[in-house]
């Protein structure tokens, strides 16, 4: 299979979009909003934790929507889109096996253990269950991934809005960075996730018009699936089809792979222990809406798949040969090539507006989740000690302009890889897998020593990264594609990461039984004994059930793409 080796948000010239004065217009509009959410934002930052977690303040409706459009950056929009017109409906696993069943995992089992610690951050839970080594090296792998994803966004939305609106990529590069540093560092992270709640509505203009006129052009769902079967087989349009261990598919992985590399080692990865994410879950006002956050987030997850993966069908149905050299497209450009040929000017706009809201939706989230670890858990902790609470204040708004420039510079780290979403899932394996399996283990056994959370995490790390750049990319082993290998090195991480723990445990002492009291499983902390605020034990706000009605829907979803 041809594999272009252009940086991964490369687009063709030829994708140069019609926008008026109309378009601009918008545009201008929604950085304006963004600025007034800022300001408006300031007036409540006074201490840290008002910077940082917002107080802990906010509704569980909030902090959802939050949490959704925190994900939701164009780096998944594009990615997921690529991934569709590359691999088919197999995108249908990144959210209902490799996101749903996670989400509410983090919502019903690991929320009570993050927000009754009390703890700032996810390195910081570490700090209380194991030692200061794993503490540490997890804030720095944290922070060193926070910024790499950053820059990735910063550096497609670059890319994006050159090859589309024709701005250099220096000015659309300094406008984005302004912006989020603007707004984040006036008004922390309320500001951040009041704008992402903005963000989610704006991203879901841009997406809907382009997948219901995406699916017009190819005469609906039966016009699209009979195209892509008859160019690429009845596979292309199922989940599982051609799946089976030995069998050949275009995703190059089987059910096994899928099952436990995306669905439980990666997504159980990336969902409990990315901070970006759990990050607005701790600034909700009570345990109640922690828990609910990632909850009510996992209902429109299950259904954004359709509005990136339909537009990848489309683009692949309408462009045959697409991601080859015959087509002069990528399969990053499924999205800008549908913007261009189905929209008018106007709505073109809002797609414009929705693709960069996304860019800046995925780098204030990782910007600010990077500030609070920096800030908190490495120089707090190690750096500058029990200075007044207004200088770390001061230190995190420094550090986010640190942050943002630093990410500008790490994005050209991912020029090797064609398919945005391979790029990020490589990173979830190296750094986010290792830190799940010593969360998982810490938190379901007691005999877990305090010693073995750093060398778990740092032989999870090691593991994962050998295999895919010496295993995998030096053809030691043979994977079909990127993806594949991400699994395979997720899975390997994994099993590392606990066979470590496990031998280092029985050769070193536990934590005294008092010492894990909120820490582990069966046990409880005061702050996980808060009762329900009014109104939050009405039964339609009842974790459990939001959390299994998301799984149920998922698994329901799975029915029409499973014969």
Sequence with gaps: MYTPTQSPTYLAAELRLPTNWLDYTILAIYFVVVLGIGLAARRSVRTSLDFFLSGRSLPAWITGLAFISANLAA????????????????????????????????????????????????PEFLLLRFDRWAHLLSS????????????????????????????????????????????????????????????????????????????????????????????????????????????????????????????????????TTNFAEVQRALSAKNLSAAQRTPLIAAYPKIFIVFLVMIPGLVAAALVPNIGTSASGLQYNDAIPYLMQELLPNGVLGIAVTGLLAAFMAGMAANV???????????????????????????????????????????AFLASSFSNIMSYLQTLFSFFNVPMFVVFIVGMFWKRASAKSGFWGLLAGTVTAMVNYFVMYKKDIISIPSDQGANFVSAIAGFVA???????????????????????????????????????????????????????????????????
């Design 497 to 563: 990461g606990a066979v470590v723990m496990v031998a280092v445990s029985l050769f070193t002492k536990p934590k005294p039984a008092e010492e894990l009291q909120g820490l582990v499983y069966g046990t409880r902390s005061p702050g996980m004994a808060e009762a329900p605020a009014a109104g939050d034990d009405a039964w339609y706000r009842k974790p459990a059930l939001l959390g299994w009605g998301a799984v149920v829907l998922a698994a329901v979803c799975y029915v029409p793409f499973s014969f």
């Design 140 to 271: 720095i792998l944290f922070a060193f991934a926070a910024i790499l994803i950053a820059g990735v966004n910063l550096y497609a939305l670059a890319i994006v809005v050159e090859a589309l609106l024709g701005w250099p990529q220096w000015v659309a590069i300094v406008v984005a960075g302004f912006f989020v540093l603007a707004y984040i560092t006036l008004g922390g992270l309320s500001s951040a996730i009041y704008n992402e709640v903005l963000q989610f509505f704006v991203i879901l203009a841009a997406l809907i018009p382009i997948t219901i006129l995406g699916l017009k052009k190819v005469g609906g769902w039966g016009g699209l699936t009979d195209k892509l079967t008859a160019a690429h087989g009845d596979n292309f349009t199922t989940a599982w089809g051609g799946t089976g261990i030995g069998h050949g598919n275009p995703l190059g992985a089987n059910w096994l792979t899928i099952v436990l590399g995306l669905g439980f080692v990666l997504s159980f990865g990336y969902w």
């Design 75 to 122: 780096t998944e929009i594009l990615g997921m889109a690529a991934n569709s017109a590359q691999y088919g409906a197999y995108t249908v696993h990144w959210y209902w096996i490799g996101a749903i069943p996670a989400m509410v995992f983090l919502g019903l089992v690991m929320m009570p253990f993050y927000y009754g610690s009390k703890v700032r951050s996810v």
């Design 368 to 410: 600010s989740s990077f500030n609070t670890v920096f800030t908190n858990d490495i120089w707090a902790k190690y750096v500058v000690k029990d200075r007044e609470d207004a200088y770390y204040v001061r230190f995190g708004r420094l550090i986010t302009a640190i942050g943002v420039l630093a990410s500008v510079g790490t």
